[in-house]
């Protein structure tokens, strides 16, 4: 079973340039959520989505913007990448509310550094 | 302000020893508590789901405790293994969190186990 698949595993980007990570996920899963982790902090929601075509913001939205065109996928673009974007970017799926106990499942991550 | 303060912030055993890590949360109300295990350049992976009523989870040698009183839930390792080496996670997710159910992520523990 894949579960929550992110691509690709590292970039780097020049300061200025775009690019689109991608969250696959073959669990069925309505919700989609997209985090960021960076040293001595813990993870924050950038983005997230409950269900196919539907998109809202998190914690830490400015800078990035998120697509859910087909239910399995969710893309996290980045316009015009700055050196604060520079961090680990962590794809996760849930059933349900995790506010309910449902279970969430992360992808690996994506290492992204911008020069 | 809702946090999640862990500690140690890392901790040094020898194989087959016990350790225990600490998680102090200032969420309030809450839904519930999780932790998570993260290998390095892993995504986390869930241990342990409680629920606001629940004091204690077992996972395997994983064995999780919340007072919700004092608000304090701890994650005691058993018998501890090399393969237990990984950062720990201690995650609120606030009761009412919006329509995501909000996640609130502690810093971590990274735990490593000597031989």
């Known amino acids: 079973n894949a579960g929550v698949t992110q691509t690709p595993k590292f970039r780097v980007l020049k300061t200025g340039q775009s690019m689109t990570l991608l969250c696959a996920q073959d669990m069925n899963h309505e919700y989609m959520y997209w985090y960021r982790q960076d040293p001595g902090m813990g993870l924050r929601l950038i983005h997230y989505?409950?269900?196919?075509?539907?998109?809202a913001k998190g914690e830490v939205p400015d800078g990035y913007n998120v697509s859910r065109l087909k239910k399995q996928n969710f893309l996290l673009g980045l316009e015009s990448a700055a050196p604060s974007q520079t961090s680990v970017y962590f794809c996760a799926s849930s059933s349900d509310r995790v506010g309910l106990s449902t279970e969430a499942f992360f992808g690996q991550g994506t290492r992204l550094t911008v020069v | 302000k809702n946090q999640v303060e862990q500690s140690p912030q890392s901790l040094i055993i020898l194989e087959g020893k016990n350790c225990t890590l600490q998680c102090n949360y200032t969420v309030s109300p809450f839904s519930n508590l999780r932790w998570y295990k993260q290998d390095t350049g892993r995504g986390p992976v869930s241990l342990t789901i409680m629920t606001f009523s629940e004091n204690t989870k077992s996972n395997g040698r994983y064995t999780a405790t919340l007072d919700a009183d004092t608000k304090q839930s701890s994650l005691h390792i058993t018998a501890s293994q090399l393969s237990d080496s990984a950062s720990y996670i201690c995650v609120v997710s606030p009761r009412g969190g919006g329509s995501q159910g909000n996640l609130i992520f502690g810093k971590g523990t990274k735990l490593s186990v000597k031989p």
């Open positions: 989505s409950v269900g196919e075509g539907t998109t």
